[in-house]
């Protein structure tokens, strides 16, 4: 067997409304129309499920909890535009530039949080 890519992923959130907020503001996610009372975002080729902590669907992962995720997004933008970009929603950069290693080789990272205190890290590939 070969997995060929992620389709989708989930976030469990205490506050469905201001992480939908970032992640559509702040990252530019387009918010999906919502199925069967499920809230998603999509970002690139992914889409990013958001369960409210208190009301995940079935089946569910065996321990949910909101702020335990960690994202990391890839783009072309320069880091120190998607800086200015975060800044100017009062959003603090935690750490960052720094060099780590992608799915596909070296990248540069920044790193913030989202509304429930998930890490997320926006990087480009060095290569």
Do not use: W
């Not at 530019?28 to 009301?55: F, M, W, Y």
């Amino acid at each position: 067997m070969k997995i060929e890519h992620l389709d989708h992923f989930v976030i469990a959130v205490a506050h469905v409304k201001a992480t939908s907020n970032f992640y559509s503001r702040v990252l530019g996610a387009e918010v999906l129309p919502r199925e069967s009372g499920q809230h998603a975002l999509r970002i690139g080729d992914q889409k990013i499920v958001l369960h409210k902590v208190t009301k995940v669907g079935d089946p569910a992962a065996r321990n949910i909890a909101s702020g335990v995720s960690e994202l990391c997004f890839i783009t072309s933008e320069p880091l120190d535009r998607v800086m200015d970009h975060i800044e100017s929603f009062g959003i603090e950069i935690i750490e960052g530039p720094v060099q780590r290693i992608g799915a596909k080789g070296p990248i540069e990272s920044i790193y913030l949080y989202d509304p429930d205190g998930n890490l997320v890290e926006i990087a480009n590939y060095l290569m």
